[in-house]
């Protein structure tokens, strides 16, 4: 607790890679939906495609 006290900026450095962390995360969150989202768009064209 003593170094968070001399080290105020190591907390807000702490802050700031968590907060990059959970940034990445739901990129990565976004993408894998967006993926999911055109490979449906995809299957019901080709359904559509082959009736």
Known sequence: MLT???????????????????MLHLVHLIN???????EMVQLQMGRIFVD
């Open 32 to 38: 894998y939906l967006m993926i999911y989202c055109v």
């Open 4 to 22: 968070l006290n001399k080290y105020p900026e190591s907390k807000h450095q702490m802050v700031i890679q968590t907060f990059r962390a959970e």
